[in-house]
């Protein structure tokens, strides 16, 4: 299988996984937070904010990559934020897919981790706080803690879909090899130039690292169902299952 790959399908692998560990990275970065807030609100914005966060899972892709390609553009608003701080375009560049890429996968990250913080029982906060602990205290000793397999579900979910990213990329990133060409892309120039055999090896590259990393996503969850004591078990299971 990897006897056929070419010297751009090895490009298209490293910058396909430099592209999702980064993404990944930035996506906890922004999301844990995110997360948080939205799981404690309680205003009419909250239902704003989560509908806006969910729009890629709703919209074609290549929307989202035209409307990202018109705020990368040097009259785009974070074109021109960059343009002051003195970083070239984004737009066609490595920099600019990772924003879309964030975009594009925010939900598969943002939403487990809401779940997740919802269901922390609110006893536990409002004891810490009576027991004079301040509120980064609790996130930094209780919080984070107690969401580590939360965030590490969210993290794989986030890399896994950055993997099989295409039209966003597209859109955003054109296809530069080296530099924004990724694996789905190179599938898609094998195919249009009938190179099958070199289309079959990549997409059969990226099946199997995403069943493996499903596999292990859903052995590490039931393995966790299968260690929590059983007058937890039912509540455990509804909320993975919601």
């Not at 002051?84 to 981790?113: D, H, N, R, T």
């Not at 301040?134 to 993290?155: C, F, N, T, V």
């Not at 986030?158 to 597209?170: K, P, R, S, W």
Request: charged share 10%.
């Amino acid at each position: 299988m990897f006897d056929s790959l070419s010297q751009q399908d090895w490009q298209a692998i490293i910058v396909t996984l430099k592209l999702a560990t980064v993404t990944t990275f930035c996506l906890l970065l922004i999301g844990l937070p995110l997360a948080w807030r939205l799981a404690q609100a309680r205003s009419g914005w909250k239902t704003w904010a989560q509908s806006i966060i969910a729009l890629p899972l709703v919209l074609p892709p290549t929307v989202l990559g035209f409307y990202c390609l018109l705020l990368l553009s040097p009259d785009g608003f974070i074109g021109q934020l960059a343009s002051q701080l003195g970083v070239q375009s984004l737009a066609f560049s490595f920099g600019g897919i990772v924003f879309a890429s964030c975009i594009y996968s925010l939900p598969f990250v943002v939403q487990p981790l809401i779940n997740h913080f919802e269901n922390i029982e609110p006893q536990i906060i409002e004891t810490a706080m009576t027991l004079g602990a301040s509120r980064l205290d609790i996130m930094y000793s209780i919080i984070l803690p107690q969401s580590r397999r939360a965030i590490l579900s969210a993290g794989v979910l986030g890399f896994a879909h950055t993997l099989g990213e295409f039209g966003v990329i597209l859109m955003v990133g054109g296809n530069i090899p080296g530099e924004t060409r990724v694996v789905s892309m190179q599938i898609y120039e094998h195919v249009e130039s009938l190179a099958y055999p070199q289309a079959h090896s990549l997409s059969l590259i990226l099946l199997i690292s995403a069943l493996i990393t499903l596999l292990l996503l859903y052995s590490f969850n039931q393995q966790r169902l299968s260690m929590l004591p059983k007058n937890r078990f039912k509540l455990e299971k509804t909320r993975y299952h919601d």
